[in-house]
Structure formats: C-alpha cells, structure tokens
T-cell receptor, first 112, second 115 residues
C-alpha cells in the first residue's frame, strides 16, 4: 500500500536558525497537505499543494511539492519557540481512495 | 461555529469492556474520517464515512472495531472487548467534500487507556 515517510523524525533547532523537513511518498500523489500538531493537541491544517513543482509561502514557512509529485518539503526560517510541535505531511493518491496517508511526522524542539 | 467535537476526551476501560467514541463533524460536513495515533507516531487511517455509508474501512481491524455515521447524530467508533494494545488517541476529522478539494478539520481527540 501507499507509504509516506518523513525525515528527520526529530529536529532540535536553535532559536533563530533555519531547518527543513522532508516528505517522501512511495507513489505519485494527487496532492499533499501539511499539518501541525502542538504537544497534547490535535493536527491543524497548514497548506495544500497540488501542482508539480509548486511552492507556497506562509510567513516564515516555505512549502514545496516535487516535480514528480512524490516528495515535498517544509522549510522554516528564523525558528521561534512558537514553532514547537510535530509537522506532518499527508498525501492523497486518488487511485488508492479518497483518504490522506500521513507521514510519521517531524518533531521539532526549539532551544532558546 | 463549532469545530469537530469529540467525546469523551479521555476514556479508561478495563480489558474486555467496550469503548464508544463519538464525533460530531463541523456543521454541514458530510465526510468523516477516523485516525488512530500512538505516542510519538503518525496518524493511521482507520475508516472513512459519509452519511449512512462506510466508504473505506481498509484501515480498521476486522475484529472488534466498527464505525457508523447515521443520518441523525454523531459518528461512532466502537471498540468491543478492548485490549491493552487499543490504548491510543483516536482522532476524528471532517470535511465538506472529499480531501481532493480541501483540508481535514480535526477534533481534539479521544484518548483511550485500557488497564
């Protein structure tokens, strides 16, 4: 079945630094979504990417969808303590049904 | 506007008992998804329902687990004869259409502990 993998599993970042988390799918995706889950909380939608090579920005967050629509990345600049949480990518492969397959997440810890 | 409402937020059961988790989607949403999350892990798809219909239950164990989304009332995830391995957070999510068209709105989850 479809698999979505994320690396790294854990990301320790100094406040003010940049980092990138990567998402890879075993199959070509129709779209990819990113969610953030704060500790003890629930996943909250961040963004959806649909087109090959698409890049979207939200303030300090930059999301990219690969040309082959099998991978994606999230880059955060000037990390703040409010960025703490787990970032999940979730891929939709319409051929596998209308359900999102989530990656294992990247857990971000920020050192002040 | 109320978001996705799940209850109970926390549930403790002994082995062999039944757990019943409820989910009221965002008003107007007819698509409901249930996901399971173990500590430090991702969300595992369990089941996708539309009003009165199970669309995809490929992620749900065949034994002991069932789900419904009746015409009136919340969606219910039922776990019969719970075992310790069922301890997890169960998240419900809803959407107005299929995920091809937009995001999932998640509830705050029901955290099941089996003693």
């Amino acid at each position: 079945g479809q698999q979505v993998m994320q690396i790294p599993q854990y990301q320790h970042v100094q406040e003010g630094e940049d980092f990138t988390t990567y998402c890879n799918s075993s199959t070509t995706l129709s779209n990819i979504q990113w969610y953030k889950q704060r500790p003890g909380g629930h996943p909250v939608f961040l963004i959806q990417l649909v087109k090959s090579g698409e890049v979207k920005k939200q303030k300090r967050l930059t999301f990219q969808f690969g040309e082959a629509k099998k991978n994606s990345s999230l880059h955060i600049t000037a990390t703040q303590t409010t960025d703490v949480g787990t970032y999940f990518c979730a891929g939709l492969n319409k051929a596998a049904g209308n359900k999102l397959t989530f990656g294992g997440g990247t857990r971000v810890l920020v050192k002040p | 506007n109320a978001g996705v409402m799940q209850n109970p937020r926390h549930l403790v059961r002994r082995r062999g008992q039944e757990a019943r988790l409820r989910c009221s989607p965002v008003k107007g949403h007819s698509h409901v998804y249930w996901y399971r999350q173990l500590p430090e892990e991702g969300l595992k798809f369990m089941v996708y329902l539309q009003k009165e219909n199970i669309i995809d239950e490929s992620g749900m164990p065949k034994e002991r687990f069932s789900a419904e989304f009746p015409k009136e009332g919340p969606s219910i995830l039922r776990i019969q004869q719970v075992v310790r391995g069922d301890s997890a957070a169960y998240f419900c999510a809803s959407s107005p259409g299929t995920v091809n068209t937009g995001e999932l709105f998640f509830g705050e989850g029901s955290r099941l502990t089996v003693l």
